[in-house]
């Protein structure tokens, strides 16, 4: 026997003796309703670019079963199903269900979903041009935006101005139940990532410290490394005559302290959120906390960080 009808043998043997080993089951094929109150358009396009991993239905092709293959699928599925779960949408309010869409398409706009390794393989996922614009269009007209009178604009004016020059003064605020202390300071930071949550009407800007900037200069972000202090402030959106969006009313700040010892229990990381501008701790005992890390354990893959960063100027300058 010739070595390359050999090899060709011990690999046929190979494969057959893997077929043997199967992953855990899951049930994949659980029917999954609709969306309800969403158009039809929507709909087809959600359950035939995201049921598959994000609901009870999942609809494998023959290779699918294949092992190794069907490790990998598995894997997606369950993985998919604990981030997001379209099967248990008519149980959801109103409010979240909105917000539901809304992550859904940044998660799209972005390029993480449909996954590339599961869309090379399994390209009726992916989204085309007119298929995405569908989905933004459906989203924008989920809230209607109303021109900003002039008197909130002047209030908000304001505001926006004492949070600038006097809220970095304010050294009376308590720290959150957890422990952990309040930073006035974050405003001298960068601005890393802004979110127009057109699904609530706010508008989300996230600074970093100077750690967090230099992981980002460095592409260190995964897992970001210890002293990294994320400061996301909330604010309701004012939206102008032109169309443009700007800061409105002050809704509340949101802190992530990276220390991967100290914070062993909570993923490695410090959580805090201080509302309104009386800037009052969020929370009502020490263990607030773990809904925090619930919120975001979508995010395990990427340290548990939402924030996507933007281009720091420092970058765009070697870009150039």
Not at 30 to 42: C, F, G, I, R, T
Not at 144 to 166: H, M
Request: charged share 25%.
């Amino acid at each position: 026997m010739k070595r390359n009808t050999k090899i060709l043998v011990v690999l046929l043997i190979v494969f057959v003796l893997i077929q043997f080993f199967r992953p855990e089951k899951i049930n994949y094929g659980k029917p999954a309703q609709d969306l309800s109150n969403v158009p039809e358009e929507v709909n087809a396009i959600i359950r035939n670019s995201c049921f598959d991993c994000h609901s009870s239905e999942a609809r494998l092709n023959w290779y699918d079963n294949i092992t190794p293959a069907n490790f990998f699928v598995t894997s997606h599925i369950k993985d998919g199903r604990k981030a997001l779960d379209f099967s248990k949408w008519n149980t959801w309010p109103k409010a979240q269900q909105n917000s539901t869409l809304f992550f859904a398409l940044n998660k799209v706009l972005s390029g993480e979903m449909p996954l590339p390794n599961y869309a090379a393989v399994h390209s009726s996922t992916k989204l085309n041009d007119k298929q995405v614009d569908i989905l933004k269009n459906y989203a924008l007209s989920l809230t209607s935006r109303k021109v900003t009178d002039t008197a909130q604009v002047n209030k908000v004016e304001k505001q926006y101005n004492a949070w600038i020059n006097e809220g970095r003064k304010n050294t009376t605020v308590k720290p959150s139940p957890n422990g952990l202390q309040y930073i006035p300071d974050y405003r001298d930071w960068k601005a890393i990532s802004t979110t127009d949550r057109f699904d609530n009407g706010s508008i989300r800007i996230i600074f970093g410290n100077e750690i967090a900037v230099k992981a980002i200069q460095e592409h260190h972000t995964n897992p970001w490394p210890d002293g990294t202090v994320f400061a996301k402030t909330a604010w309701k959106q004012e939206v102008h005559a032109d169309g443009s969006i700007s800061t409105g009313e002050f809704i509340q700040v949101e802190f992530m302290v990276k220390d991967s010892k100290k914070y062993t229990k909570t993923k490695g990381w410090g959580w805090g959120r201080w509302k309104g501008n009386d800037l009052k701790p969020y929370g009502d005992r020490p263990d607030f906390d773990k809904e925090c890390v619930e919120c975001h354990q979508p995010m395990k893959s990427r340290d548990y960080v939402f924030t996507s960063p933007l281009y720091l100027i420092s970058q765009l300058k070697k870009v150039e």
